[in-house]
């Protein structure tokens, strides 16, 4: 019964999103306001059945109701509580109809906080997400319901893929899919746009924020897998270039590009028609990522056209979005082009090329990823693309922005002197060369020339941040006026200084990790960099669907007691393979990460054992890109632009362009 | 399947273990050792949905492991050493695709998609600039050049 209430809850959302994604569109064009109101409580309506639907699946996965095929492929009555709710979003449909419900929350999210959106506005952006959310809502009732039932009613389900069942993990999917579907608001604005034929410097007050919001979420669910897949997998590793990921990261670089140029629209009026254009494209990106994980394309090309019903739907469904939203950009892009004019030596011009190389590095991780399907699908033969073709195509790429984001920030608007920022930046360019040098031979040394130069990159940015920083205060009156200054910038000089400290991160973790894999009988020793690991045995421990093997090393440094470590090995009652449990001792320096491996002759057993310099500033940097994110879209003219909303009549215009003026 | 974001993970894969190939080796020289690394690193585990040999608990990764061990160990060389493997899987066997006619786009695209990308926006910005400083033409001037500027004002 409960399965049935979800089930009809996303038919009735169905004709709801057709309703939300129709009238209010006919009815901005033809001046029906009755029409146009129809947009909001039509979102409205939509979460509501998407709610249900959604706490129908929910419930099913609770009682644990295996007549729903869903439940039972996805979990069985052992699975702990916890595990059987995310297992809700662990698999194909699922995950759907979590996106659908994160779409119409976002469309309610921006009927909420409309900061006085006028009417026509939010009547257009919530019926472009409403014809998004047919085309997902079909997609799941013609190809991939999670209702439907299963006969004969198993009396077991199949577990869940144990690697899922972790905490880490609950969390990963809802956070990426916010980012990734919030990438819908600042495309249903662009086509909103376009449809007006305007884009003014209220429109970008207006869409900034969400894309903000939709970045932050973006980066902490890449950030948040990319932890998991460290701690998880038991390789250290943290990013693999794998086409999943890639698909996460595509949109990633082009909402960070489309960030930057909202900047330039908004500061100067420049770039409109481009960040119009960016904003179609994240979103595009978004669906593109969606179709190479849901259609198996990535699996094989051939395995793709044996079952194409679901890859053959969302391929017309992408083709029927990104096309039909770019023809409508060739269309009005001239509509809404122009903008204030600037001077080659200018932030303009800076961010200009920042948005080149974004864009240019997100094109080239596609061609990587598509690369092998075409030449499959073409008859070219079979090749594969991994790791060290991204890695020499990105960093090439990533290494250029991070100067520029530097120097970027210490650029005027419009027009500056090349020689006077020469003579006023080279101290600090020195000074970046010098301690990054000093920080590389502090650190081991070498003559990586990558590590170096992506140590001075950081040091650059770092000191650049700093500086900008100190000019404005010094404005301020000293320290005191910190607080005083515009989120807005300290968001901006946070999230920089988290590329700062990804940027070192990354280099000196990749560069001074060591590793090594060894065989200890008990009370045996290794050596991994200046730490000693004395190996204590293993021991046995049920958990509540797994038995798992628990190992117990002791770690000391110079005879000093470090830490005690508990690596495990979980053998699943419903897999044939074990998972790995590493066991890692993380201070601000460094991560100390043991994994057990196979047992070997007698008591002794096989470990890895890595000492990871610096790795935990990847998640940290981060985490600070995220906060900065957050930090910027809390802004006070944006809580302004509320204010003068709620006034009608009391100087909004005013007000709005005092707000732009700070 | 086993690393991939798994919010988007197509879960009909078996599974593959993970911490796999925790296998103590002895190499003559550390240099041995980070060739060794840097090969398994860099050749695909053939029956793995994306792994390389490095990740895999397969037994064709394992034998091919074991194959790469004592290659090195008996003094061949990296070329050498990847040879062998294309020469029996072809190139599917390589993280790093060769370059050639067919994947010429590939390795250069990126170059050539950056380098147009930047000409482009530097066009543009020369176009552009230049307007900033004030208007000293004359009328008829200003009459011309805003008809030739309202031919081609476009954003990129």
């Not at chain 1, 901005?28 to 029409?35: F, H, K, L, S, V």
Request: proline share 5%; charged share 15%; hydrophobic share 50%.
């Amino acid at each position: 019964m409960i399965p049935e209430i979800g089930h009809f809850a996303l038919i009735l959302a169905l004709g709801v999103a057709a309703v939300q994604g129709v009238l209010p569109l006919i009815g901005t064009a033809r001046g029906i306001p009755g029409w146009v109101a129809t947009a909001v409580p039509a979102a409205r309506a939509q979460l509501l059945l998407l709610l249900v639907a959604f706490g129908a699946l929910t419930y099913s996965f609770v009682v644990s109701d295996f007549s729903v095929a869903y439940v039972a492929h996805n979990s069985n009555t052992e699975q702990p509580l916890v595990y059987r709710i995310s297992a809700v979003w662990g698999a194909h449909e699922g995950s759907l109809l979590l996106w659908a419900l994160l779409l119409a929350l976002w469309t309610v999210g921006v009927s909420l906080f409309r900061r006085g959106l006028p009417d026509e506005l939010v009547a257009r952006v919530a019926a472009t997400c409403g014809l998004v959310s047919i085309g997902f809502l079909l997609f799941m009732l013609l190809t991939s319901n999670p209702f439907d039932r299963l006969i004969p009613v198993p009396t077991q389900g199949r577990e869940l893929n144990p690697l899922l069942q972790d905490p880490g993990l609950a969390l990963h999917p809802p956070m990426l899919y916010m980012g990734y579907v919030g990438l819908v608001v600042p495309f249903a604005f662009a086509v909103a746009a376009l449809m007006e034929g305007r884009v003014d410097a209220a429109w970008v007050r207006w869409s900034r924020p969400w894309t903000l919001v939709a970045w932050v979420f973006l980066t902490l669910g890449i950030a948040l897998g990319s932890w998991w897949s460290y701690y998880e997998l038991g390789w250290g590793g943290w990013w693999f270039w794998d086409p999943v990921e890639n698909a996460s990261l595509m949109p990633w670089l082009v909402a960070t590009g489309l960030l930057h140029s909202l900047a330039v629209t908004e500061k100067r009026g420049a770039f409109k028609a481009w960040t119009v254009l960016l904003a179609i494209f994240g979103f595009s990106l978004s669906l593109l990522g969606t179709f190479l994980v849901r259609s198996g394309v990535l699996v094989s090309v051939h395995a793709f056209a044996s079952d194409p019903a679901r890859g053959v739907f969302i391929l017309i469904f992408l083709a029927a979005v990104v096309g039909s939203s770019l023809l409508l950009y060739a269309w009005r892009a001239p509509a809404v082009a122009g903008g204030g004019s600037f001077e080659l030596m200018s932030r303009e011009t800076l961010l200009l090329l920042n948005n080149v190389v974004l864009v240019a590095a997100s094109a080239s991780i596609l061609l990587g990823t598509l690369y092998p399907l075409f030449m499959d699908a073409l008859g070219l033969g079979k090749i594969s693309v991994g790791p060290p073709y991204f890695n020499s195509v990105f960093v090439p790429l990533a290494l250029p922005l991070v100067l520029l984001l530097g120097l970027g920030p210490l650029v005027r608007w419009k027009e500056d002197s090349a020689s006077a920022l020469a003579r006023a930046l080279w101290p600090t360019a020195a000074a970046a060369v010098a301690l990054g040098t000093a920080l590389v031979v502090l650190l081991g040394g070498g003559t990586v020339v990558g590590v170096i130069l992506s140590t001075v990159l950081a040091v650059w940015v770092l000191l650049t941040a700093g500086a900008g920083l100190a000019r404005r205060l010094r404005k301020r009156g000293g320290l005191a006026g910190l607080f005083g200054l515009p989120r807005a910038y300290l968001g901006m000089v946070v999230a920089h200084l988290g590329v700062a400290v990804l940027t070192l991160g990354i280099a000196v973790s990749s560069t001074y990790s060591k590793e090594r894999d060894v065989n200890m009988g008990v009370g045996e020793s290794a050596k991994v960099g200046n730490h000693d690991f004395r190996f204590e045995g293993v021991t046995r421990l049920p958990g509540p669907n797994y038995l798992a093997t628990q190992g117990t090393v002791r770690v000391t440094r110079e005879g000093r007691e470090v830490a005690t470590l508990h690596p495990e090995k979980r053998q699943y009652a419903s897999q044939s393979h074990s998972m790995t449990e590493a066991a890692i001792h993380s201070r601000l320096t460094r991560d100390i990460y043991v994994a057990l491996g196979e047992a070997a002759q007698g008591d002794a057993w096989s470990l890895r054992i890595y000492n990871k310099p610096f790795i935990q500033w990847i998640w940290w940097g981060s985490v600070l890109m995220a906060l900065g994110g957050l930090l910027a879209a809390t802004d006070r003219r944006y809580r302004l632009l509320a204010e003068a909303a709620r006034q009608p009549g009391a100087g909004g215009p005013s007000r709005l362009a005092l707000a732009g003026k700070r | 399947m086993k690393r991939t974001l798994p919010a988007l993970l197509l879960l009909s894969f078996s599974l593959v273990a993970i911490a796999a190939g925790v296998e103590p080796r002895a190499f003559d020289r550390p240099e041995q050792e980070a060739r060794y690394r840097a090969l398994i690193a860099e050749l695909r585990c053939l029956v793995c949905q994306n792994q390389n040999l490095a990740e895999s608990d397969a037994e064709l990764a394992r034998d091919l492991r074991d194959q790469t061990y004592e290659m090195i160990r008996a003094g061949r060389s990296d070329d050498e050493i990847v040879e062998f493997m294309v020469g029996r899987y072809g190139d599917f066997v390589l993280y790093r695709p060769p370059v050639t006619v067919t994947t010429a786009l590939l390795w250069f695209g990126p170059a050539v998609l950056v380098t147009l990308g930047a000409v482009l926006a530097l066009l543009y910005v020369r176009r552009r600039a230049g307007r900033t400083t004030g208007a000293t033409l004359s009328e008829d001037e200003e009459k011309k050049a805003r008809a030739l500027l309202s031919g081609k004002a476009v954003d990129p």
